[in-house]
């Protein structure tokens, strides 16, 4: 059981779903489970072992669920992890539930990072993440995979080239918080231009409302037209609705609470002293770790 957060760390970022990745976990201790003790015995190593067959559960979760998104309503962002705190204040954020206790927050969990691995096919994804990130090597990775060490080298070599066509921000997050906080200030304002001067001109926005909550099916490109359709949506906030300050997967971000839950989830992503990407989390489904109590 010692391996089990090493596990969840693995799932998620092969998944970009946190409930997904703890389903693919309990799966692999259910396999082992269902193991005779001499079975269990007979394994060298236990962590290694662990290891393998949470990976293939998720190569397999990866390959169905290009199929499911297919049919999803909108686009699909990975599942945001909260934070325990105000990243301004450092005081606790208030969530019940702190993934951080389980899922390490660095910046291979960063969503500009997990918004890429979802452009990879799930072998790239699998070979990447294993050797990349968690340092295994091609031979294992190859064992994972079921393909050849050289096969998987290039696997990963692919999920690089992905990588840096779409460089994440290395914005550092002191920075970006300035910058969300005065997007958080000029947004309270409706103030269209301090809007426009904080946003990059080739700015997107993207929302996940996966069917059951209302939001913009189509990403909102250009700076302008961002700033614009968050003046209107200013307009439109119910009196009871406030806009706090706490880490999305890390780094800086703003929550929107209403009668004491989370129905929003805004992430960005920060290069130098503009946002360059917002992505919008609806979808009560992902939002169920950030109610508060």
Excluded at 106 to 114: Q, R
Aim: include cysteine.
């Amino acid at each position: 059981m010692s391996e089990r957060r090493q596990l969840i760390n693995l799932a998620y970022r092969l998944l970009g779903s946190l409930a997904e990745a703890e389903d693919a976990v309990q799966e692999t201790y259910t396999r082992w489970y269902a193991m005779s003790r001499e079975q269990q015995a007979a394994v060298e190593s236990p962590g290694a072992w662990l290891t393998t067959v949470a990976s293939r559960i998720c190569l397999n979760l990866l390959n169905s669920a290009r199929v499911r998104r297919e049919t999803y309503v909108g686009d699909w962002i990975p599942e945001p992890l909260p934070g325990g705190t105000e990243w301004i204040s450092g005081r606790p954020g208030g969530a019940t539930v702190d993934p951080a206790d389980r899922v390490t927050l660095d910046e291979s969990v960063n969503l500009a990072f997990l918004i890429v691995l979802e452009s990879m096919t799930p072998a790239e994804r699998v070979a990447f993440i294993l050797h990349d990130v968690f340092c295994h090597s091609f031979a294992e990775v190859a064992e994972i995979v079921g393909r050849s060490p050289a096969a998987c080298r290039q696997l990963a070599s692919s999920a690089r080239l992905r990588l840096r066509a779409s460089p994440p921000s290395a914005t550092p997050a002191a920075q970006s918080a300035g910058v969300v906080r005065d997007f958080k200030q000029a947004w309270a304002a409706k103030d269209i231009d301090a809007l426009i001067r904080l946003l990059d001109p080739d700015a997107t926005a993207v929302g996940d409302g996966g069917g059951l909550a209302t939001t913009f099916l189509d990403p909102i490109e250009g700076g302008e037209q961002i700033a614009h359709a968050w003046v209107a949506l200013a307009h439109r906030k119910p009196a009871d609705m406030t806009f706090l300050e706490r880490t999305v997967n890390g780094r800086p971000g703003l929550v929107a609470e209403q009668d004491g839950a989370v129905v929003t989830v805004f992430a960005f992503e920060v290069a130098g002293d503009r946002i360059r990407h917002i992505w919008v989390i609806r979808n009560p489904e992902k939002l169920r770790r950030w109610t508060t109590g």
